[in-house]
């Protein structure tokens, strides 16, 4: 199984890029506590550092937490004690009996340049629909068709990282690739790291009729509550029917 994060982009993901699960996660807890039918157990795919993970474990609900990135889960294990946490890929980890599965921050848009996303993402839609019971909520983000291109480069830097980000974009194929690079203090130098991430890019509408074949009634919005998604960011609220 691929890592997208190993150690030094996991560390620099927890210190300074949770500031979307925080902000979100009061929305995802009012949603879950109100939904059409008690919610106990959660899935958490693509849980990362276990930011979101902590605010469910707060609010009483029952956590597994999936992640391909051992050292981001290693992370959370510590951050999140009451979790129960497994290292493996969202397209063919044991989904446990749940009443509500989140991917959060985009997990379902990774995919290697010679995977058929749009299938894979389709069989995430399907395992739901038959784990997740009447009532229960399938909550998740992607990146969106359109304009304004995301290509462009990026920087953020903490106390003792820093992280450069190049994305180029092809509308047609519907691809991002980021090129990163990290800088993370090791005693007295840096220590510098590299990443590609390949990114597929989903039609809004097409993703909503694929949900709504496998039995989901869709919203979407582009924020969760009062955070704000970034520009080309689409959150789906989906509750099975
Ligand atoms: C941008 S991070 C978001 C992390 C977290 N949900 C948050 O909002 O802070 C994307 C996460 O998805 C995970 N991920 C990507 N593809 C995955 C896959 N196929 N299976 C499991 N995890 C995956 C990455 O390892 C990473 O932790």
Redesign the pocket.
Known sequence: ?????DQDL?YI?AAG??G??QG?APEIVRLLKSAAIPVRGIV?????????AARLVEAGFEVTG????AD?LAIARTAVPGARFVN????D?DVPPCEAM??????????SEEADADS?VQSVFRRASGILPAGGMLIFDVIETGEPTLAGRAWASGEDWAVLVHTSEDQAARTLVRSIETFRRVGQLYRRGRAIHRIRVFDTGELAGALAACGFAVETAQAYGSQRLAPRRRAFFCTRR
């Open positions: 199984m691929e890592s997208l994060y996991a993901h890029f949770g979307l699960a979100a958490d795919a693509g849980c990362g550092a276990g930011t979101l999936i992640d391909s990135s981001l493996a890929s969202i397209y980890a989140v991917a959060l921050g985009e997990p379902l848009t990774y995919h894979l």
